[in-house]
């Protein structure tokens, strides 16, 4: 097994802080990952977990301090700011430490020309927080079996880790990257339906929220095909035969296929630095 070297994390927001609070729950001395935050605030919150943290308010080279002496650095910013925060650690970083980006659209090429470094690209996801993510990852031309194995060992602490080309991680992303907030859509809707039938918001969010996750445990502890106990819930000639007659008739699969398009779209967009 591939033993993590220390981590530097650049802007521990939404997605890295996740990444990081994973790693720490599978084990992961907090002492040994620094991150750059952006207000004093937020390192501070840090610090009460056990992590060495530096706040941009209280010193302008955070980002440069916390990857001194990293072995591996989690580029955890917006799309648009890690061309500038590249620049300003490019200095910074140790000869051998591998980047890995998870900013959307933002291209291994991208940041091939602003450091020295092997980058690898990942996009993951926020249940990374729960160690349930899933996490594409793509080398970048300098990184190796050996860093794409340090991105592999990073992300599998925290949950599943698909390896796959980088002309394919947008369309990941449109899947996995961006799916918490498609299946989290979808229980919005079924809880704005059972109001709509009569149910106090308490009791709609309960019946949706559960039905996913009882579902999804039991797909997970079955191993079965969503479509066999899909069958198994719809008796013939019974109710639920209706409401998947009326779904299927919305053509779920185009307007899926429509927003991950759209999606990719803006990836692309990204990339560009628009
Ligand atoms: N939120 C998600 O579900 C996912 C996000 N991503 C990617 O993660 C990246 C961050 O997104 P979120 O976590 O959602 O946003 P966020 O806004 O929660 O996190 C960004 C963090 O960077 C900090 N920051 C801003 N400027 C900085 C600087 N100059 N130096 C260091 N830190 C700085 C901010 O204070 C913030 O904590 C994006 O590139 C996004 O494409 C990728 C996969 C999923
Ligand atoms: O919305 C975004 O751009 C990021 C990338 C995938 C999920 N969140």
Known sequence: MTTLPSLAVLGAGSM???????????????????????????AEAWRAEGVRAVALEDDPDANAAVVAGAGLVLLGVKPAMVPDTLREVAGALAPDAVVVSVAAGVTTATM?????????????NTPALVRRAVTGVAAGSRAGEAELALARALFSAVGAVVELPEEQIDAL???????PA???????KLTETAERLGFDH???RLLAEQTLIGSAYLLESTGEEPAELRRRVTSPKGTTERIIAVLDEAQLTDVFERAAEAAIARARELAAGA
């Open 173 to 179: 992303s449109a899947i996995s990257g961006s799916g």
């Open 16 to 42: 890295a802080g996740a990444i990081v609070r994973g790693l720490i729950a599978s084990g992961v001395d907090p002492a040994s990952v620094a991150v750059s935050t952006r207000s004093t605030a937020s």
């Open 182 to 188: 498609t299946i989290y859509f979808l229980v919005e």
């Open 202 to 204: 308490d009791d709609a």
């Open 112 to 124: 091939e020309s602003l450091v020295p470094n092997p980058v690898i690209r990942s996009m993951p």
